[in-house]
């Protein structure tokens, strides 16, 4: 039974779009600038880091002789409280070492993220967590690091999905840098077996197997 709930995942109608969309980010290619990147809300359990984790979890990293391949990188990100700690930990989710730690400044480890993207083929960054960022800030720091994630995507040019709370929408929307740039917006619906009896069931009949 639990080898079961460990591999069972149900694709509800919703979570299906946001996968053809992160689909669609992939095979964009990458960008020069423009509003192809992502946002993904949703309530405290309604599945949203679960989603982006399987979604990460079909496209592997993978090792090959000339280089290490990363199509999707998922970070999840744990409260920098700096700039610098901002891309030290998105270095480390793609290196798995401290090299990040070597960084003297934002734009260092920005200019290291892009390289590493180049070299890795990296086609989509996934940065979940996103509220753990700016919670606790103040309006003056949060301006700031609005500028962190702007700045990521320019540096990359690699498409970004942020992962967060419901109210993380407001921090895109309060900052035209990164509203101009969040093309994509999906609210995740936590799951009610009321109003979803069907794919309870389905996912009720994966047990029963």
């Not at 359990?45 to 982006?52: A, I, R, T, Y």
Request: contains cysteine; aromatic residues 10%.
């Amino acid at each position: 039974m639990q080898d079961c709930a460990t591999s069972s995942y149900v694709v509800t109608p919703s979570i299906k779009r946001i996968f053809n969309v992160l689909d669609e980010l992939r095979a964009g290619g990458y960008i020069v600038e423009g509003d192809t990147n992502c946002l993904i809300t949703g309530e405290s359990g309604s599945g949203k880091s679960e989603l982006v984790k399987r979604y990460a979890d079909k496209y592997p990293r993978q090792e090959f002789d000339e280089y290490t391949y990363i199509p999707v990188l998922h970070v999840e990100l744990k409260s920098p409280k700096s700039d610098k700690a901002f891309a030290e930990q998105i270095i480390l989710a793609m290196t798995g070492s401290l090299e990040g730690r070597t960084i003297k400044s934002k734009d260092d480890g920005y200019k290291l993220i892009g390289k590493l993207c180049r070299e890795c083929r990296t086609e989509l960054i996934v940065l979940d967590e996103v509220q753990t960022v700016i919670q606790n800030r103040s309006q003056g720091v949060i301006a700031n690091i609005s500028d962190w994630f702007k700045d990521l995507m320019r540096a990359t040019a690699i498409p970004v999905v942020l992962v967060g709370m419901p109210w993380c929408l407001g921090f895109v929307e309060d900052y035209d840098q990164l509203d101009t740039r969040v093309g994509y917006r999906h609210y995740l619906e936590t799951f009610r077996v009321s109003q979803q009896f069907g794919h309870f069931m389905k996912f009720i009949d994966l047990f029963s197997k």
